[in-house]
């Protein structure tokens, strides 16, 4: 599997949604755009159109990676990721997948706090056993980075999108500050802000089912 940037990110994003907000998903075009395109928990942030995103969607039906979802009180078409299957994937690998594919390389206990929303892991030993487990694959789907100077750790990186020369090239023009600052707090943070934007758009929904269940009681009354 060889998938575009743009690919990855919105894999990644079906993955991130289905897994910390799964009353809202599968996503609509306009939903997948907005998880594209967050400013939190994205590195890089995009600024993608749906132009772009409908072309690499296309692509990834025809890779047989995302599926439309139909259905009669869907306003929208909805679009669903079927990773787990095409790749035997649990729980645990498509946490750190989707992770990597939307933030990059990162070490195992950036790993651990990132995935927290996603998939709770209950030590950094568990997520290093899920690496592991997709790197030892007879196609690896994870490579391990050697730590480059002032870099305390190793960091890891998904291989869906090429191969670790790839991803070096790519990472190249990353800031490689980023693992000298503190991971915790910044991402806590980053992370609650997540889930108050998700948290409106579920009580947005609600309001709306709500709206529509009184209008149809009102129909029936008269």
């Not at 692509?59 to 259905?71: E, F, G, H, K, M």
């Not at 990773?83 to 690998?93: G, K, Q, R, T």
């Amino acid at each position: 599997m060889n998938l575009t940037p743009v690919q990855s990110r919105i894999v990644g994003c079906l993955i991130e949604k289905e897994m910390a907000t799964p009353d809202n998903y599968p996503l609509t075009m306009n939903a997948l755009l907005a998880a594209c395109n967050q400013t939190t928990n994205r590195n890089p942030v995009t600024k993608l159109e749906e132009p772009t995103v409908s072309n690499a969607l296309e692509n990834l039906r025809a890779a047989q990676v995302v599926r439309i979802v139909y259905s009669r009180s869907n306003r929208a078409d909805k679009f669903r990721h079927v990773l787990d299957e095409v790749l035997a994937l649990e729980p645990e690998h498509l946490a750190v997948l989707s992770v990597m594919m939307l933030r990059g390389p990162q070490t195992v206990s950036e790993l651990r706090t990132r995935t927290e929303r996603l998939h709770p892991f209950a030590s950094l030993e568990e997520v290093d056993d899920a690496l592991r487990q997709l790197a030892g694959r007879n196609e690896p789907l994870v490579g391990r980075l050697e730590r480059r100077p002032g870099q305390k750790e190793n960091r890891w990186a998904h291989l869906l999108g090429g191969d670790l020369a790839e991803v070096l090239a790519g990472d190249d023009d990353d800031d490689q500050s980023d693992d000298s600052r503190p991971v915790s707090r910044t991402d806590r943070l980053n992370a609650l802000e997540e889930a108050v934007v998700d948290l409106r758009a579920e009580l947005e929904q609600l309001q709306a089912s709500h709206r529509s269940l009184v209008a149809k009681l009102g129909e029936a009354d008269d």
